[in-house]
C-alpha cells in the first residue's frame, strides 16, 4: 500500500490505537516443508483509497462500514530443510504505527534472524522492504541472501525514480534507495518468468509496482502463490478488479493483472497468501461475473 505518514495523519486516519499484534496468523504444510504467515502488524486506510474516482458510499457497500479501514501486514516464512525463506520483510521501525512488528514474531514462532537464509521481495513498497535493516541500519538478517526483482531495483534506485511519482511518494524513493545502499551487493538482481531458488518461480504481477513479482511453491504437496499486492483487499480485489486503487502505479495495468489472475486462480483453486488479506491464506471462487476470497 502506497501513502505517507503525512498523508495518513492528516487524514486523521492514524488516531485510532493500534494493538500490539505480534503473532503467527497461519501455518501451512508441517513437519520438515511448512509455511508460518508472521504478522508484522497493521495499519489504517481511508476507504476512499480504494477505488479512484468511486464514491465513498459506494466504496463503503463492498467493504464494510469502517473508514478507516486496517489493514494487516502477512508475512510469509517457509521453513524447509536448513532454508528458512521470507516473503518481504515487513515496514520496520519507521513507516506508520501499528507495524513493524515482524522481529517479535519471528521470536514467537522461534526463530533466529541469524537462522533467515533468503528473504524474496514481491516489490519495494515501505511496508515490504523497510524491515530489511535493524535499527542500525545493518541488514537483520546477517546470513540471508535478499533477492529482488532487477526491474524493481532500477526503478526505485534510478536518479529519475522522482519524475514518476507524485510528491507525497517521494519519501517511498528516498527510503527504497537508502535501504538498497545499505544492503549493498547483498541485494541481488533476479528475473521473473524465473525459479529464484529451487521450486520457486517468480511470476510477473506488475501494475501495483513496476517489477512486482509474485510467486508459486509447494508446501506439502500443495501449490501455494505468495500474491504481494497483486490483490489487496479482501472484497474490492476480487468483488471489482477493475476499481483503481490509489496504491497502484499503473492502476490499468494492475487491473489487467487482476483479472488475469483471479481468472487463473479461480480455475485452478490453487491457494493464495496475501499480503493484506485478513487471515492471509484462502482461494478465489468466481462469483458471477467476478470473483470472492474465500479464506481458509
Ligand atoms: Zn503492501
Redesign the pocket.
Given at each position: 500500500?502506497m501513502f505517507t505518514r503525512r498523508t495518513l495523519l492528516a487524514s486523521g486516519a492514524c488516531s485510532v490505537a493500534m494493538p500490539a499484534l505480534a503473532q503467527v496468523v497461519a501455518t501451512l504444510g508441517s513437519g520438515d516443508e511448512q509455511i508460518s504467515i508472521l504478522s508484522d502488524g497493521g495499519f489504517e486506510m481511508p476507504l476512499s483509497t480504494l477505488a479512484r474516482a468511486v464514491p465513498v458510499a459506494d466504496i463503503s457497500a463492498q467493504a464494510g462500514p469502517s473508514n478507516p479501514f486496517r489493514t494487516p501486514?502477512n508475512i510469509t516464512c517457509l521453513r524447509r530443510g536448513k532454508d528458512v525463506i521470507l516473503f518481504d520483510c515487513g515496514a520496520g521501525a519507521n513507516f506508520l504505527p501499528g507495524s513493524g512488528r515482524l522481529q517479535e514474531s519471528l521470536r514467537t514462532a522461534g526463530i533466529e534472524p541469524e537462522a533467515v537464509t533468503h528473504v524474496l521481495f514481491t516489490h519495494l513498497?515501505p511496508?515490504?522492504f523497510w524491515g530489511a535493516l535493524d535499527e542500525f541500519d545493518s541488514p537483520l538478517f546477517p546470513n540471508a541472501r535478499w533477492l529482488a526483482a532487477a526491474r524493481e531495483i532500477d526503478f526505485w534506485t534510478s536518479a529519475k525514480v522522482y519524475d514518476h511519482l507524485p510528491a507525497d511518494r517521494h519519501a517511498f524513493a528516498a527510503g527504497a534507495q537508502r535501504i538498497a545502499k545499505n544492503l549493498g551487493d547483498r541485494l541481488e538482481r533476479a528475473e521473473a518468468g524465473r525459479e529464484w531458488l529451487p521450486g520457486i518461480a517468480a511470476v510477473e504481477t506488475a501494475g501495483h509496482t513496476p517489477g512486482h513479482v509474485s510467486f508459486v511453491l509447494s508446501v506439502g504437496g500443495t501449490s501455494v502463490m505468495v500474491l504481494?499486492?497483486a490483490l489487496?483487499h479482501p472484497q474490492i480485489s476480487f468483488a471489482h478488479p477493475d476499481w483503481q486503487p490509489a496504491?497502484d502505479q499503473d492502476a490499468e495495468l494492475a487491473a489487467a493483472t487482476r483479472r488475469r489472475l483471479l481468472d487463473e486462480l479461480g480455475r485452478t483453486g490453487m491457494q493464495v497468501i496475501g499480503?493484506?488479506l485478513p487471515g492471509a491464506t484462502g482461494r478465489v471462487e468466481r462469483q458471477g461475473t467476478a470473483y470472492r476470497f474465500v479464506g481458509t
Open positions: 500500500m501486514l513498497h511496508d515490504h504481494g499486492d489487496t496504491s499480503y493484506h
